[in-house]
């Protein structure tokens, strides 16, 4: 029965780790090209990554057997909508990471990942635009994963020959960046607080310009232009500013949304050691270093951590 239990309560945020683990891999395959070719790290995460993929995807998937009713709660929750298109990200993100390793499952797995997330983004758009129940309060960072997550696609999808279409995907991104990031901002000025358990989330707001200059130097050539110095610099303001307040977000109890600082994390540091590289800045690349020891030490201590959640039988617990 309480394994039962467990199984009806397991959340679909927990896709986030497969996005940190994949950004960390992303992180180190950087490192490599840049500095130590040959390092085996990336590899062996990108191997994490999948497995963990897998074994969440076989455990969700259980959960929609056996508990349709639990998955149609979180596809209605105005929050934990948000967390569906992790799914399709993370095809995404291993597909981008997988990509000088294995080519042809890399271009299938983008392929599914990019289609199904352009499915997610219409179906949340949609409860969006036709809800009778969201409210100002349910609005956080994490809402960007549907529709800013498009800005993901040309990571991979410009080296398998998909120019178009990953504008098309870039463009939706960017657009709808700028009008959630007014209204989370709204929310934060003009009403009550982010909750502890959601104030992780705000690190979600480094991702997109962090990607985005990613996925704009793919899309542009490599070629460091103004739209390309604004997206990563607004990125490093954003990093800067949350690191200002790491107090703040030490005292908080932990929660699975801690996840959210990984992937964000792992994008601002391949965005700056991409751009360090292209400046030819010394003290950009050193600080990018230290943000590869600081996203690899995160993800290390959340592992530690979700592994003790799980023993004590701290998630996939009823929740209001």
Known sequence: MEQSSRLANFP????????????????????????FPGLPVAPLLLLAA???FLALSTIYGLKILRYPQAVRQELNHPIKLSFFPAFSISLIL????????????SHV?????????????????SAWIHHEHFEIQHINPAWFIPVVGNILVPLAGVQHGYMEISWFFFSIGVVFWGVLLAIIFYRMLFHAPLPG????TLFI?????????????QLNG?????????????????????????RRFLRLQFFLSWWAYSFPLAAITT??????????????????????????????????LTAAAVRRHGICVEEE
């Open 12 to 35: 679909i945020s927990w896709f986030a780790s497969v996005m940190g683990l994949s950004g960390l891999t992303i992180v180190w395959e950087r490192v490599a090209t840049q500095f």
């Open 50 to 52: 999948v497995v963990l």
């Open 94 to 105: 291993i597909a981008t990471a997988g990509l000088q390793h294995a080519p042809g499952l």
């Open 109 to 125: 797995l983008w392929l599914a990942g990019s289609g199904l997330h352009l499915l997610f983004t219409f179906y949340v758009m």
């Open 197 to 200: 358990k959601l104030l992780p």
């Open 205 to 217: 707001l480094i991702a997109p310009p962090a990607v985005g200059f990613l996925a704009y130097q």
């Open 222 to 246: 490599g070629e460091l232009d103004t739209l390309a110095r604004i997206l990563y610099h607004i990125g490093l303001f954003l990093t800067l500013l949350l690191l200002t307040q790491v």
């Open 271 to 304: 965005a700056t050691l991409v751009y360090g590289q292209q400046i030819e800045s010394p003290g950009l690349i050193a600080f990018g270093g230290v943000l590869v020891v600081l996203v690899t030490g995160v993800i290390i201590t959340l592992v530690g």
